[in-house]
């Protein structure tokens, strides 16, 4: 029998309706649109509206149409890896809440949480569901609503993120397609850096908490891009070295969206032209874990069975990796 490997057979996505431009921003802190493109590349970003919801239900339209597509029964799938850093609750966990939105009444899950980096780490693990050959079905979903976390007084961080949804199917392929390789790391050490204040088991909420307005997403704008832009090029290159690539070989590099001149820079370490690289910042900014599977729902047409693809991400905390695949359709 052939080896195993875990092939993504479906992918769909979701952005919320509501559009925050940089015009509107800018009556909102001090900024313009000059200041934020050019240091972003963000032009908009879409914020989920209403009350009561959260970041599953970013994902139920988005699985909701993927499941269709596939043609395919919610009831079908083994597993759900749920890749968020904004879940619906400290607990249960959203997985769990999601399954059940969608009736995947047979499936079992949890959430992955590893910031920015969270959708490559939850392909990876899916991955290796299937290739033991235990599961048939397993998806993996990254969504956010960050409009939760940001402090929209900061200029430093409430230019940047914005809500969505994503999802991968995850199948068994028999030809060789699908997940090939990955190089996933962490350090702890960068937590000073981009994390949330308050709102743990180190520092439960309070009246002072609050007030001091510690539940938002807190970053160092510098040292954070200093390490991303150099860790996640690495990481790209190093998968591309330890699998004999060369930029020729390469189809496309789906980058997280953090920062245009971060894609660059990673594009530039890989030794690809700009014709290759996948870029929809300007539309959703930083959707945290929305943002390459977001990539792969809008240019799916674009890809050809056998396409090699690169991902790579970095979050806070810090987080970072690689995942190498070939298209399988």
Same mark, same amino acid.
């Given at each position: 029998m052939s080896k195993i490997t875990a092939a993504i057979t479906a992918v769909h996505g979701y952005a919320p309706d509501y559009v925050l431009t940089n015009e509107e921003l800018s009556q909102m802190v001090e900024t313009n649109d000059e200041w934020i493109t050019t240091r972003t590349g963000i032009k908009e970003r879409r914020i989920l509206k209403g009350e009561g919801l959260g970041s599953s239900d970013l994902a139920v339209p988005a699985v909701n149409e993927l499941l269709r597509k596939r043609g395919i029964g919610a009831e079908e799938i083994d597993m759900i890896i749920f890749c968020t850093t904004t879940p619906d609750m400290p607990f249960p966990a959203t997985a769990n809440l999601f399954a059940h939105k969608i009736g995947a009444v047979n499936a079992w899950g949890f959430d992955l949480q590893a910031a920015c980096s969270g959708f490559v780490f939850g392909l990876a693990t899916g991955a290796q569901f299937i290739e033991t050959g235990k599961h048939k079905?397993?998806?993996?979903?990254?969504? !956010?609503?960050?409009?939760?976390? @940001? $402090? /929209?007084? &900061?200029?430093?961080?409430?230019?940047?993120?914005? !809500? %969505?949804?994503?999802?991968?199917?995850?199948? #068994?392929? /028999?030809?060789?397609?699908?997940?090939? $390789?990955?190089?996933?790391?962490? $350090?702890?050490? %960068?937590? #000073?850096?981009?994390?949330? +204040?308050?709102?743990?088991?180190?520092? #439960? *909420?309070?009246?002072?908490?609050? &007030?001091?307005?510690?539940? /938002?997403?807190?970053?160092?704008? +510098?040292?954070?891009? +200093?390490?991303?832009?150099?860790?996640? *090029? =690495?990481?790209?290159?190093?998968?591309?070295?330890?699998?004999?690539?060369?930029? $020729?070989?390469? *189809?496309?590099?789906?980058?997280?969206?953090?920062? +245009?001149?971060?894609? !660059?820079?990673?594009?530039?370490?890989? =030794?690809?032209?700009? &014709?290759?690289?996948? @870029?929809?910042?300007?539309? /959703?900014?930083?959707?945290?874990n929305a943002t390459i599977p977001l990539c792969l729902w809008e240019w799916e047409d674009k890809f050809k069975k056998g396409d090699n693809i690169i991902m790579a991400a970095f979050g806070g905390g810090f987080t970072w990796g690689s995942l190498y695949l070939k298209w399988a359709y």
């Open positions: 079905k397993v998806l993996v979903v990254g969504a !956010d609503k960050m409009s939760s976390i @940001v $402090d /929209y007084q &900061d200029r430093a961080t409430c230019i940047i993120f914005g !809500d %969505g949804c994503g999802a991968a199917l995850l199948e #068994p392929n /028999y030809e060789g397609l699908g997940v090939v $390789d990955s190089i996933l790391k962490s $350090d702890g050490a %960068g937590i #000073p850096f981009l994390h949330m +204040k308050a709102g743990g088991s180190v520092k #439960p *909420a309070s009246h002072e908490t609050i &007030d001091a307005r510690e539940h /938002y997403a807190y970053q160092e704008g +510098k040292t954070v891009f +200093k390490f991303a832009v150099t860790n996640m *090029a =690495n990481v790209a290159a190093e998968i591309m070295e330890r699998n004999n690539l060369q930029g $020729d070989d390469i *189809a496309w590099l789906v980058p997280h969206q953090a920062n +245009k001149r971060i894609i !660059d820079a990673t594009a530039s370490r890989m =030794n690809i032209g700009e &014709d290759k690289v996948i @870029v929809n910042i300007e539309r /959703y900014g930083n959707t945290t």
